[in-house]
């Protein structure tokens, strides 16, 4: 399958590049798999059995493929943005217990929605490429290899990441105080957490810990992907084709603390969550399979067959993501469920008039979809 070439961010590596601004968008509609081993992104792994964690390659898309990304971006804003009532990700409704709050996002209580605007995506960018920098080898090792095992060479790549990643996550920190939208900033608070429990392992570093590297860097990607759905306005056209989704009886405010793991521990929704991906991942082989350079209007009639089917079960996946969402009982994982669900959703709306930057939206989903995946499976 030909994947699309490099985001408007620029390449991104596998164990994190720097996006960069300017660049051209995405080539086609072909996905990738719900889940895969956390090495680097962009592989040239063949799709279906996840590949060996040792996945260094050229640049290849992985959506979903559990690669590793760990971009991450931040510059200090001085001016705290309020929500627009046309940016997505939240209805704007004003609580006035926060109105005092540090963080922007903190009067968004409305539903977990597509993003069509977000002040923090330029200082996002600036980190990720400062990250990927740190360790230019990092997508070539092998993270299942325990730190016992590692050669001098390796040790030293995971320290430099280590220390990168410690100075990013400062940075992110302000990006979640600064950004408008609850979602975003419950996605910079998931990367800092796992960023932080990667760079806690590396000392006693196992193959258990890939994992971690695993939810980190599919966080940071999604993140990475909702700026690239906005900067080639995937967002913006489609948003409008899916209805706003229902308020969520229950919205986690910000909190004053560090942040937490969204999954602390194994339930039954997690093992629903895990098979359901896996399911997703085989359900859509011939999607995943298609050539990626074409707009709707240049497909042959087997390519649109593909689309067209795949529709349902995109649709159906959205529903159950929603579904296990709240079962989940967790007000985060909730968010995320709907979240990945909306852009998924807009994708599916977006098929009959497809242009390749619509394929940023399926990014979206998939990313965020595999990331929770791998936080199930980091408490397994």
């Known amino acids: 399958m030909t994947l699309p070439p490099q985001g408007p961010y620029g390449s991104q590596p596998g164990g994190g590049g720097g996006p960069q601004w300017g660049g051209p968008p995405p080539q086609g509609p072909g996905g990738q798999p719900p889940y895969g081993p956390p090495g680097g992104q962009w ?10 964690p040792n996945n260094g390659g050229k640049g290849k898309w992985i959506l979903v493929g ?9 510059s200090i804003v001085g001016t705290v943005l309020v929500l627009r009532p046309d940016s997505g990700g939240g209805n704007g409704q004003q609580n006035t217990a926060n109105s005092g709050s540090e963080f922007a996002s903190a009067n968004d209580t409305g539903p ?7 002040p923090t995506c330029e200082a996002w960018v600036k980190i990720a490429r400062d990250v990927g920098a740190s ?4 997508n070539e090792q092998d993270y299942s290899v325990p730190a016992s095992q590692w050669t001098p060479d390796q040790r030293s790549i995971f320290e430099n990441r280590s220390e990168a990643l410690g100075s990013a996550i400062k940075k992110v920190e302000t990006l979640a105080r600064q ?8 996605l910079y608070g998931q990367y800092i957490v796992y960023g932080q429990a990667l760079i806690d392992s590396i000392p006693n570093y196992s193959a258990a810990d890939n994992y971690i590297v695993g939810a980190s860097n599919r966080f940071s990607a999604t993140l990475t992907n909702v700026c690239d759905a906005i900067r080639f306005r995937a967002a913006q056209e489609s948003a409008p084709l899916v209805p706003t989704p229902p308020v969520s009886a229950d919205v986690q405010g910000p909190g004053p603390s560090f942040p937490e793991r969204f999954v602390s521990s194994r339930t039954d929704v997690c093992d629903q969550w895990i098979a359901l991906a896996e399911g997703y991942d085989k359900d859509t082989a011939a999607w995943r399979a298609l050539d990626t350079k074409f707009r709707a209007s240049e497909w042959t009639p087997e390519q649109k067959a593909v689309m067209d ?20 009982r967790n007000a985060v ?3 995320f469920s709907v979240f990945s669900a909306q852009y998924l959703r807009a994708y599916v709306q977006a098929i009959p008039t497809f242009t390749p930057n619509y394929t940023y939206m399926a990014a979206v989903s998939s990313y965020l979809s595999n990331a929770i995946y791998w936080a199930c499976k980091a408490v397994s």
């Open 309 to 328: 089917a795949v529709a349902p079960v995109m649709s159906a996946y959205a529903d159950d993501m929603i579904r296990l969402g709240q079962e989940s």
């Open 43 to 52: 592989t040239q792994q063949p799709w279906g059995a996840p590949p060996p």
């Open 135 to 138: 360790a230019p080898k990092w």
């Open 333 to 335: 994982w909730n968010d």
């Open 112 to 118: 977990a929605n597509i993003i069509t605007e977000d």
């Open 179 to 186: 950004t408008p939208h609850r979602t975003m900033r419950e």
């Open 66 to 74: 559990l690669a590793l990304v760990a971009i991450i971006a931040v």
